[in-house]
């Protein structure tokens, strides 16, 4: 039975993303275990240097990013949001933090939805927290 459901991939730069329906199941549980309400989620992996792009155009940063949360909720009170990866990026963070790319991809797309479930990480202590659930998560999902 294939997934009929409100995650959705896209791949400018080809990525090696498997399992993209027990991904995307276990996303939807992630939202709900958080408590938000999920309408439409599409990820879009891109380049370093679309992602640079977008970050320069649409938040004034001049600076090379791993991803780009856009939540388009507005007044809705279930999520409606584009996340923008750079898969050149994962894979040179994986490379300095010593861990394996798929992993590293996984900690990033769940990244994205944990600031979509109201996460933040702009100081120690919220990068903390962030990073505990980004954990909390990828032992879910790998064990």
Same mark, same amino acid.
């Given at each position: 039975?294939?997934?009929?459901?409100?995650?959705?991939?896209?791949?400018?730069?080809?990525?090696?993303?498997?399992?993209?329906? =027990?991904?995307?199941? %276990?996303?939807?549980?992630?939202?709900?275990?958080?408590? =938000?309400?999920? &309408?439409?989620?599409?990820?879009?992996?891109?380049?370093?240097?679309?992602?640079?792009?977008?970050? !320069?155009?649409?938040?004034?940063?001049?600076?090379?990013?791993?991803?780009?949360? %856009?939540?388009?909720?507005?007044?809705?009170?279930?999520?409606?949001?584009?996340?923008?990866?750079?898969?050149?990026?994962? =894979?040179?963070?994986?490379? !300095?933090?010593?861990?394996?790319?798929? &992993? &590293?991809?996984?900690?990033?797309?769940?990244?994205?939805?944990?600031?979509?479930?109201?996460?933040?990480?702009?100081?120690?202590?919220?990068?903390?927290?962030?990073?505990?659930? &980004?954990?909390?998560?990828?032992? !879910?999902?790998?064990?």
């Amino acid at each position: 039975m294939a997934y009929v459901g409100t995650i959705h991939f896209f791949f400018p730069l080809k990525t090696n993303l498997t399992n993209r329906t =027990k991904l995307k199941v %276990f996303l939807e549980r992630i939202f709900r275990k958080e408590g =938000k309400a999920l &309408e439409k989620l599409n990820y879009i992996f891109c380049s370093d240097k679309e992602l640079l792009r977008i970050n !320069q155009d649409y938040l004034g940063h001049d600076y090379y990013t791993d991803i780009i949360t %856009f939540d388009l909720s507005g007044n809705n009170k279930a999520t409606m949001a584009e996340i923008y990866i750079s898969v050149e990026r994962v =894979k040179d963070n994986a490379g !300095q933090l010593g861990v394996p790319f798929k &992993e &590293e991809l996984h900690r990033v797309i769940f990244h994205g939805v944990l600031h979509l479930c109201g996460y933040g990480d702009k100081n120690e202590n919220l990068a903390r927290i962030m990073r505990e659930k &980004e954990n909390f998560y990828l032992n !879910q999902y790998f064990k």
